[in-house]
C-alpha cells in the first residue's frame, strides 16, 4: 500500500522535471532551438505573417512584360518651335489621343499619335481631326517604317544603335516634367518613351510602367538602349530614368531648368540612387 500511494508523487515529480527541462531549452541560456549548421532563415517567406507585410520601400523584381511593336501612327506638323508642337499634342492629348512631339532628323518639331492595326483605321481618325480644323495635313506611319521593323533579329545591335542615336538627337533640349509645361521640354520618362516609339517599340509613359517592361540586367551588363532606373526621393520607389549610351554613361532629362545631357553611372548621387536596370530586346 506505501509503495501504491507514492506513485502519483513519482509521477508529478517526472512532470515537474521535464517541464523544468522544457523551459531551460527555450530560455536564453539553454541550447539554441535551431542548431548552428541550420542558420535561422532570413527571408520572408519563411514567416507567413512578414510575408504579408512587405514595406514599401522593399525592392520587388517587376515582373516581365515584352514590348508590343507599333502599328500604324499618324504625324502632322513640322514646326522649328518647339512650343508649337508641345501645343498641339496637348490639343490632342485632350481628346484622349496618346500624342507625343518630337525632334526630327530635319530639325524640325513634329507630333505623333495613334497606334492602329490596320491603315484605315489610322486614316478615318487623321480625316476625321482635319475636317473638324483639329490638325492640317498629315502622314501616316507604317509599322515597316520603324527600324525595329527594319532590324534582322540577329542585328540587336544595330536597333540598340538607333535608339541612342534617336535619344542623342534631344540634347540640348529644355526638360518638360510630366509633358504638360511647355516652357520646360521633355521629362524624363517622356525622353525615353519617345526614343523607343520613334523605331516602333511600345513603351510605356511613366517611368514606374516601364521598370515593370521588358527584362531585369545587371549593373555590369548593361548595352547600349538599356534603360537605368533612380529612387531619386529616398527609398527605392522608381522617380527617375535614362537610356544607357555606354562606358558607363546614361542619356537623360535631370531636373526642371536643365536640358538633356549625358551623365555618369558612377558619380555619387546615381550611384547611391540606382534601383537597377532593363533590357526590351
Given at each position: 500500500?506505501k509503495t501504491f500511494r507514492s506513485l502519483p508523487f513519482f509521477f508529478y515529480?517526472?512532470?515537474?522535471?521535464?517541464?523544468?527541462?522544457?523551459?531551460?531549452?527555450?530560455?536564453?541560456?539553454?541550447?539554441?532551438?535551431?542548431?548552428?549548421?541550420?542558420?535561422?532563415?532570413?527571408?520572408?517567406?519563411?514567416?507567413?505573417?512578414?510575408?504579408?507585410?512587405?514595406?514599401?520601400?522593399?525592392?520587388?523584381?517587376?515582373?516581365?512584360?515584352?514590348?508590343?511593336?507599333?502599328?500604324?501612327?499618324?504625324?502632322?506638323?513640322a514646326f522649328s518651335q518647339q512650343d508649337n508642337a508641345v501645343r498641339l499634342?496637348?490639343?490632342?492629348?485632350?481628346?484622349?489621343?496618346?500624342?507625343?512631339?518630337?525632334?526630327?532628323?530635319?530639325?524640325?518639331?513634329?507630333?505623333?499619335?495613334?497606334?492602329?492595326?490596320?491603315?484605315?483605321?489610322?486614316?478615318?481618325?487623321?480625316?476625321?481631326?482635319?475636317?473638324?480644323?483639329?490638325?492640317?495635313?498629315?502622314?501616316?506611319?507604317?509599322?515597316?517604317?520603324?527600324?525595329i521593323a527594319k532590324t534582322p533579329d540577329a542585328a540587336v545591335g544595330g536597333?540598340?544603335?538607333?535608339?541612342?542615336?534617336?535619344?542623342?538627337?534631344?540634347?540640348?533640349?529644355?526638360?518638360?516634367?510630366?509633358?504638360?509645361?511647355?516652357?520646360?521640354?521633355?521629362?524624363?520618362?517622356?525622353?525615353?518613351?519617345?526614343?523607343?516609339?520613334?523605331?516602333?517599340?511600345?513603351?510605356?509613359?511613366?517611368?514606374?510602367?516601364?521598370?515593370?517592361?521588358?527584362?531585369?540586367?545587371?549593373?555590369?551588363?548593361?548595352?547600349?538602349?538599356?534603360?537605368?532606373?533612380?529612387?531619386?526621393?529616398?527609398?527605392?520607389?522608381?522617380?527617375?530614368?535614362?537610356?544607357?549610351?555606354?562606358?558607363?554613361?546614361?542619356?537623360?532629362?535631370?531636373?526642371?531648368?536643365?536640358?538633356?545631357?549625358?551623365?555618369?553611372?558612377?558619380?555619387?548621387?546615381?550611384?547611391?540612387?540606382?534601383?537597377?536596370?532593363?533590357?526590351?530586346?
Amino acid at each position: 500500500m506505501k509503495t501504491f500511494r507514492s506513485l502519483p508523487f513519482f509521477f508529478y515529480s517526472l512532470f515537474v522535471a521535464g517541464l523544468l527541462i522544457f523551459l531551460g531549452a527555450c530560455s536564453p541560456a539553454g541550447k539554441p532551438l535551431v542548431s548552428p549548421s541550420e542558420p535561422f532563415p532570413e527571408s520572408v517567406s519563411a514567416d507567413p505573417i512578414a510575408s504579408l507585410i512587405i514595406p514599401t520601400d522593399e525592392p520587388v523584381e517587376p515582373e516581365q512584360q515584352a514590348l508590343t511593336a507599333l502599328g500604324f501612327s499618324v504625324q502632322v506638323g513640322a514646326f522649328s518651335q518647339q512650343d508649337n508642337a508641345v501645343r498641339l499634342e496637348q490639343t490632342l492629348k485632350m481628346r484622349g489621343l496618346d500624342a507625343f512631339s518630337f525632334l526630327d532628323d530635319s530639325g524640325l518639331y513634329k507630333v505623333r499619335f495613334g497606334d492602329h492595326r490596320e491603315y484605315q483605321a489610322a486614316r478615318n481618325e487623321a480625316e476625321q481631326l482635319q475636317a473638324q480644323g483639329v490638325i492640317g495635313r498629315f502622314f501616316i506611319v507604317s509599322p515597316q517604317d520603324y527600324a525595329i521593323a527594319k532590324t534582322p533579329d540577329a542585328a540587336v545591335g544595330g536597333m540598340r544603335f538607333e535608339l541612342v542615336k534617336t535619344a542623342q538627337r534631344f540634347i540640348g533640349v529644355p526638360y518638360r516634367w510630366g509633358g504638360e509645361d511647355s516652357k520646360n521640354g521633355f521629362d524624363c520618362s517622356g525622353l525615353t518613351m519617345v526614343s523607343y516609339r520613334l523605331n516602333g517599340l511600345n513603351l510605356p509613359r511613366n517611368s514606374r510602367a516601364q521598370y515593370q517592361a521588358g527584362r531585369a540586367v545587371k549593373k555590369d551588363q548593361l548595352q547600349q538602349g538599356d534603360l537605368v532606373f533612380f529612387a531619386t526621393k529616398g527609398g527605392t520607389r522608381v522617380t527617375h530614368v535614362g537610356m544607357y549610351v555606354g562606358d558607363g554613361r546614361f542619356i537623360h532629362a535631370p531636373r526642371t531648368g536643365q536640358t538633356i545631357r549625358i551623365s555618369s553611372l558612377s558619380s555619387t548621387y546615381f550611384r547611391r540612387t540606382y534601383v537597377g536596370g532593363r533590357t526590351y530586346l
